[in-house]
């Protein structure tokens, strides 16, 4: 069963820890993205990947990382250095080169209180 | 901003009507894309227009693209309460920026079908 997962679906922290979203993929997809989604926002990307160990800021980098080890595999950090935290985190993942159907995991709510 | 921006923001219909999105986009593209989002859920690809075509269907969605008015529209025909979510379109860089395969997305369209 071809897919993309992402855990946990909801995820609490304390102000000032640092947490890790996770995105596996099955797809043997070699570009993956890393989005945030605010309330009736659009979604910002924050780091994509278009192969191994090689990756990219978007257009809100700051206050968070991401490695990628494994192709099948784009965790994302969100540090305390990230000022408002809270949202909700979608993985994406697509063919190399492009611009092609990016296939969605199912999210992460993310609650920094 | 290349970021593509949808119209109206929210849409709310009866069921059996027809609903109509659109999207305006500023920079040349390669091809633009539509998506679904159902409430707290990720993303569905729907379907994806090239820039050298001008319409395209898919089941009760059409979609067209005109590149002179760097525009785009979704016709959803005979809505069910079923598509009630949220419609985003999706652009990509254009040129060589596109080979990096990233798509810039609008703040979407959210479309209520009422039973």
């Known amino acids: 069963d071809g897919g993309i997962t992402q855990s946990p679906k909801y995820l609490f922290r304390k102000e000032g820890q640092n947490v890790t979203l996770s995105c596996e993929q099955n797809l043997n997809h070699d570009a993956m993205y890393w989005y945030r989604q605010d309330p009736g926002q659009g979604l910002r990307l924050i780091y994509y990947?278009?192969?191994?160990?090689?990756?990219q800021k978007g257009d809100i980098a700051e206050g968070y990382s991401v490695s990628r080890e494994k192709k099948e595999s784009f965790p994302l950090t969100v540090t305390s250095a990230q000022k408002n935290p809270t949202a909700f985190y979608l993985c994406?993942?697509?063919?190399?080169?492009?611009?092609?159907?990016?296939?969605f995991g199912p999210g992460t709510r993310l609650t920094v209180t | 901003s290349q970021q593509g921006e949808e119209d109206p923001q929210a849409l709310s219909i009866q069921e059996g009507e027809n609903a109509t999105m659109n999207c305006s986009y500023k920079t040349s593209i390669n091809n633009l894309q539509w998506y679904r989002q159902n409430s707290g859920r990720g993303l569905v690809h729907l379907i994806l227009i090239r820039s050298n075509e001008r319409e395209k269907h898919s089941g009760r969605l059409r979609v067209t693209l005109d590149t002179s008015k760097k525009s785009s529209s979704l016709l959803i025909t005979a809505s069910r309460a079923a598509d009630t979510a949220s419609y985003f379109c999706a652009t990509d860089a254009g040129g060589r920026g596109s080979t990096l395969g990233r798509l810039y997305f609008g703040r979407g369209t959210q479309l209520t079908v009422w039973p």
């Open positions: 994406a993942s697509s063919i190399q080169g492009g611009p092609y159907e990016q296939y």
């Open positions: 990947s278009q192969i191994v160990n090689d990756f």
